[in-house]
RNA sequence: UCCUCGGUAGCUCAACGGUAGAGCAUGCGGCUGUUAACCGCAGGGUUGCAGGUUCGAAUCCUGCCCGGGGAGCCA
């Protein structure tokens, strides 16, 4: 028997149809239930009428609870006032599968039970719009490079050497050889493109840092393109049109997602070329420049601003409270518990600011930047930047060195505007092998293990570059949410294996 | 590893040394167009664990466990 989504409604205007799915919420007056069903592409309320229907449909209606499996049959009204623009009149309703005491209900709910419930959780609003945006943010990423002829080849994720070092390496048993999960599939997406020209890799990537942090997961995606024959600039615009690319086909086509998080597009719709590009050592000159210190310090006055009128508007709430209606305290008790988070991410803030206030203000060239640098550097743009030729010593062994300044590699890291922080890391890569060998041997890495990555310089060495954009990190900036463990369906991070 | 905030009903929170409460969820009743519907009634608790101070501890102290945020590190 074949059936409708919802998302294809507005084709079926006026006809009969039978929904799939499950109960999302339900209300009911005397003779009426208003059935609000979820099917993984929208929501619809389906109203049932006691006059309207058999007695089975009318009982089914009464026994669904939330996340009751149904099948309803009815016919498709145009109603402007209902989430999706159409409803559904029952003609019947067939309860498929009961559920009981479903633990997520329409409410606000806190991060450890909600995380804990992930598996349930997934069938929420706000991680619907979330995977859908990223289902969107993956299929742009694929048009992008598969329009400009790139392949897209994977690297394994079982290694047995490390690129950085093994520190935050996951260490497996591989039949008695020490293995580990990859970092980046950095290395051989370079041998990729010396045997196709023009690559990119999409698949997971694993780092033992023991970060609890809103940017970090231990397992995440991160895709890599790597060009050969590219320089430096030549990458520096592949990762803009990128950005541009992914921003715009969002815009695009993901309006009721970015609708649904309440994202501000403004920001998003500032996303167009050219993106500043600013060398480390000005971006060090920017940190430390009475500007940076200014823009704190007005920020810091703003939130100030914003703690006294809500304290005041707290204060107000409770003077009315025990005068007021029953409705009204519940409005009452719900705003104070967001004034109360409110206040408390500005305490924060406040704490924060100037310690970065001072960071910003000592900072010593050659150092490389913290989480709460690069937040700051942004806060002076309205749109993505990049930061460009790095101290080699903070930069990989791989990284080209600047012709110009041998104390330079041509690295280059695009930060997100709005505080997001780092959303690409790469650079131009090293050709000369024998400028590789000490590199390896100065940051004690094992030869052996990199003798197959030297046969890439002893056999046609060309200039070539690359970077990698973390999946998560740039969901997190396109959706404007405060943790990028919500962008990912089932997140691994410190202390979280389940579900 | 370090700093910081927290753990009270199934969920979200209040009570901050003196009889543990509210909303949501659940059950029953009412209401023919609801939008987190609303109105009434009901059940629901070793206040994370273990000790200590006190006439009296959810509240104060010590240790442990779990979680949030941050530093380091990084996409």
């Not at 450890?112 to 419930?117: A, S």
């Not at 704490?351 to 960071?359: A, F, T, V, Y």
Request: glycine share 8%; aromatic share 10%; with cysteine.
């Amino acid at each position: 028997m074949s059936w409708t989504y919802i998302e294809d409604l507005h084709r079926h205007e006026g006809e009969s149809v039978t929904l799939k799915g499950w109960l999302y919420n339900k209300r009911d007056s005397k003779g009426l239930f208003f059935l609000i069903l979820r099917d993984g592409t929208g929501l619809c309320q389906c109203v049932v009428n006691e006059e309207q229907v058999a007695p089975e449909a009318w009982a089914a209606a009464g026994a669904a609870t939330q996340e009751s499996a149904l099948e309803v049959d009815g016919v498709v009204v145009r109603d402007e006032r209902q989430v999706g623009g159409y409803e559904v009149q029952a003609t019947a309703v067939r309860l498929l599968s009961p559920a009981d005491d479903y633990p997520i209900t329409p409410k606000e709910h806190g991060i450890e039970f909600l995380m804990n419930h992930r598996h349930l959780w997934l069938r929420s609003r706000r991680p619907w719009a979330l995977m859908r945006l990223r289902n969107r943010v993956v299929m742009a990423i694929h048009h992008f490079f598969q329009e400009r002829g790139f392949l897209q080849l994977d690297a394994p994720i079982l290694t047995g050497n490390a690129v950085e070092g093994t520190t935050t390496l996951f260490a497996l048993d591989y039949f008695g050889e020490p293995a580990y999960l990859t970092q980046s599939g950095q290395l051989y997406g370079e041998a990729m493109a010396m045997a196709f020209g023009r690559i990119y890799t999409f698949g997971p990537t694993f780092r033992a840092e023991k970060s609890k942090t809103r940017r970090h997961l231990t397992e995440f995606w991160m895709i890599e393109p790597e060009m050969a024959f590219y320089d430096l600039d030549m990458n520096m615009d592949l990762a803009e049109d990128f950005i541009v690319h992914i921003v715009q086909d969002v815009l695009q086509h993901a309006r009721e997602e970015l609708a649904v998080l309440g994202r501000d597009l403004a920001p998003l719709e500032r996303v167009r070329k050219p993106f500043p590009r600013l060398t480390y050592s000005e971006a060090v000159d920017l940190l430390r420049s009475d500007a940076t210190r200014q823009m704190l310090d007005e920020r810091m006055e703003a939130l100030r601003q914003e703690q006294a009128a809500l304290e005041h508007e707290r204060a107000e709430n409770r003077a009315a409270y025990d005068r007021a209606k029953k409705w009204k305290k519940r409005q009452i008790d719900a705003r104070e518990i967001e004034i109360n988070q409110r206040l408390e991410e500005i305490e924060e803030m406040l704490r924060n600011l100037p310690q970065w206030q001072e960071s910003a203000r000592t900072f010593t060239w050659g150092d490389d930047f913290g989480g709460s640098d690069e937040t700051v550097l942004t806060w002076h743009f309205d749109r993505p930047i990049i930061v460009h030729r790095y101290p080699a010593a903070v930069k990989a062994f791989y990284m080209k060195r600047d012709p110009e300044d041998d104390r330079l590699a041509l690295g280059m890291d695009v930060l997100a505007p709005e505080g997001y922080g780092e959303i690409i890391g790469g650079g131009e890569r090293a050709t000369d092998l024998a400028f590789l060998e000490a590199q390896v041997r100065e940051h004690g890495l094992p030869r052996e293990a990199f003798e197959w990555y030297f046969d890439l310089r002893r056999y046609g060495s060309v200039p070539h570059s690359g970077f990698g954009l973390g999946l998560e990190r740039t969901l997190t900036w396109l959706a404007g949410i405060k943790h990028l463990r919500e962008t990912i369906p089932f997140p691994r991070m410190l202390g979280r294996l389940t579900p």
